[in-house]
């Protein structure tokens, strides 16, 4: 617009739901995921303890140096390697579950990878209306309302059979 021109507008506001239609989500993404789950069978040391770390994006798999006490626990695989480094699962949470570990032949064996069936990691993004932990919060209350309705239908489902 040019200095001094001016819009005569009447404009009407629909209020709706996501239920409705889409665009009326302030979800931008939602999804889920099963939590990973990596299990060190045998040990892993030295320049295969980097190696297996770079596997993973950082912060999934620690280096920590055999203790005293690892190395002297019998049938712990780390006798005789005290101060050597090792490597230990830190935060599972953050793996993408790329399975390039399983690529590498050194590591045949020494390591199971998985998904936990009972631990979900979900992700919100908001598009901007609601906080994504108050779109989690009303989403279960939706659903909890939705469990009610449903819940006496079926019992009277299952009474008349």
């Known amino acids: 617009m040019r200095p001094g021109q001016e819009i005569d507008i009447e404009m009407h506001m629909h209020k709706g739901f996501g239920w409705d239609h889409s665009k009326y ?3 931008a993404t939602a999804s889920y995921r099963l939590m990973p789950k990596i299990t060190i069978l045998r040990p892993i040391l030295g320049a295969d303890a980097e190696k297996f770390a770079n596997c993973f994006i950082p912060g999934v798999i620690g ?5 005293r006490q690892d190395a002297k626990t019998k049938g ?7 101060g050597e480094l090792k490597a230990v ?3 599972p949470m953050r793996d993408t579950v790329s399975r390039e ?6 590591f045949e064996g020494k390591v199971k990878l998985g998904r936990r069936k009972d631990h979900f990691i979900f992700s919100i993004e908001s598009a901007g ?13 939706t659903l909890k309302k ?3 309705i449903l ?10 059979f």
Not at 101 to 106: I, Y
């Open 101 to 106: 570990v399983l690529r590498h032949p050194e």
């Open 25 to 27: 989500s302030p979800v």
């Open 76 to 82: 712990s695989g780390y006798e005789g390697h005290e």
């Open 63 to 67: 280096l920590e140096k055999v203790t």
């Open 129 to 141: 209306q609601w906080d994504s932990d108050e779109l989690f919060m009303e989403s279960v209350k």
């Open 146 to 148: 939705k469990c009610g």
């Open 151 to 160: 819940r006496p239908q079926v019992t009277n489902m299952v009474q008349t």
């Open 89 to 91: 699962v830190k935060d």
